[in-house]
C-alpha cells in the first residue's frame, strides 16, 4: 500500500455516478471514475455572470426610470450576484493554475475566502436595502408600477434560468458554489416580491407595499449572509468538519493503538480534509507502526474522506 496515497494535497475528487455505477459493482474504484466537478463549475458560472450582468444593467436603468425602491434593491442584489460569479469563477480559475512553493496546500483556500466575502456582501446589501426602505417610508414618492412590473418579471426569468442552471450543473456541495449560488437564490425569491409588490400598486396604488417588499428582501439577504459567513468562519477557525469522536473511536478500534495523544482535523476547502496525530503504542509494537499508520490513514480515508493523514508514535 502507498503512503503517498494518504498525503494528497488536493480535493478528493467527486465519483462520476454514471460511470461508477458499473465498475463498483466490480469491486473497481479506479481514478478514470472520478472527475473534477470545478470544470463544469467553470462554464456554468461563466454563463450564469454573462445573464446575470446583462440584466443588471436593465434593471438599474429602469429602477431609476420607474423610482421603485425594490425593483433598485433587487439591482443591487443582481451586482451582488454578478460580483459574487465573477469571485467564484477566479477562485476556481486560481486554485486550477496558480501555484507556489509557500502555497503547500495550493490556493484551494481561496474558495473559503471567496464565500466569506460573498456573505459580507449580501450583508452590506441587506444593510443598504434596510436604509433605502426606511428613507422611503419617511418620504414616501409616485411609483411606475408597470414599467417596475414587466422589468422584474424579465428579471425573474432569468433568475430562474440561472438558478436552473446553477442547481443541474454546478456542484453545491463546495461553498465557494454554493455562497454565489445563495445569492441567486435570494434574488430569485426578491424578484418574486418585486412582481407581487408591482402588482399591488399598480391596482390599489398602495405605495408603501414598496417599502415593506424591500425589508423583507434585506431580511432575506441577512440570512443567507449569515449562513454563508459562518461555514466559512468555521473553516478559516480550523473548526473540525468532521466528528472527533467517531474518527477518535476508529483510531481506537486498533488494539495497537494505547492512546491518542494529540488529534487535529481541519478542512481546506471542499472535500480536502487534513489530520494530523500523536498515538501512543507499545515499544514491542514500534516495528510494525508504518503498517499501523497506513491501516488507520486507510479507515479515515474511506470512512471520513481525510485525504492527507499524518501520524507520529510515541511509545511507553
Known amino acids: 500500500m502507498d503512503s503517498a496515497k494518504f498525503l494528497l494535497h488536493e480535493p478528493l475528487l467527486r465519483k462520476n455516478h454514471t460511470d461508477c455505477a458499473h465498475s463498483c459493482s466490480n469491486g473497481a474504484h479506479e481514478a478514470h471514475n472520478h472527475f473534477d466537478a470545478r470544470k463544469g463549475d467553470k462554464k456554468v458560472l461563466l454563463i ?32 451582488s450576484d454578478a460580483f459574487a460569479l465573477a469571485l467564484s469563477f477566479l477562485a476556481i480559475l486560481a486554485t486550477q493554475k496558480l501555484q507556489s512553493p509557500q502555497k503547500t496546500f495550493g490556493y484551494f ?39 417596475m412590473l414587466i422589468v422584474a418579471c424579465v428579471g425573474f426569468l432569468v433568475n430562474v434560468f440561472v438558478g436552473v442552471l446553477m442547481f443541474k450543473g454546478a456542484n453545491l456541495d463546495n461553498i465557494n458554489m454554493k455562497s454565489a449560488f445563495f445569492h441567486l437564490l435570494s434574488d ?25 417588499l424591500g425589508l423583507i428582501i434585506a431580511l432575506l439577504l441577512l440570512r443567507w449572509a449569515l ?47 487534513v489530520a494530523t496525530m500523536h498515538i501512543r503504542i507499545n515499544k514491542e509494537n514500534l516495528n510494525e507502526f508504518e503498517s499501523l499508520s497506513k491501516k488507520i490513514a486507510s479507515t479515515l480515508y474511506e470512512k471520513f474522506d481525510i485525504g492527507h493523514c499524518t501520524i507520529e508514535p510515541s511509545w511507553s
Do not use: C, W
Open 227 to 273: 449562513i454563508l459567513i459562518k461555514q466559512s468562519v468555521n473553516v478559516l477557525l480550523e473548526s473540525s468538519p468532521i466528528d472527533m469522536q467517531k474518527v477518535s473511536q476508529q483510531i481506537l478500534i486498533n488494539k495497537e493503538v494505547e492512546q491518542i495523544l494529540d488529534l487535529h482535523i481541519s478542512q481546506i476547502t471542499h472535500k480536502m480534509f
Open 188 to 212: 430569485l425569491l426578491s424578484s418574486v416580491g418585486v412582481i407581487i409588490g408591482g402588482v399591488i400598486v399598480y391596482f390599489t396604488k398602495f405605495y408603501y407595499i414598496d417599502t415593506i
Open 109 to 147: 483556500r481561496l474558495e473559503i475566502l471567496v464565500a466569506f466575502i460573498n456573505g459580507l456582501t449580501i450583508l452590506l446589501a441587506a444593510g443598504f436595502v434596510s436604509y433605502e426602505a426606511i428613507q422611503k417610508l419617511l418620504n414616501p414618492s409616485e411609483i411606475d408600477a408597470k414599467t
Open 48 to 79: 450564469a455572470f454573462s445573464a446575470t450582468s446583462a440584466m443588471m444593467i436593465v434593471q438599474f436603468i429602469y429602477a431609476l426610470l420607474s423610482n421603485s425602491l425594490a425593483l433598485l434593491s433587487d439591482t443591487l442584489h443582481m451586482f
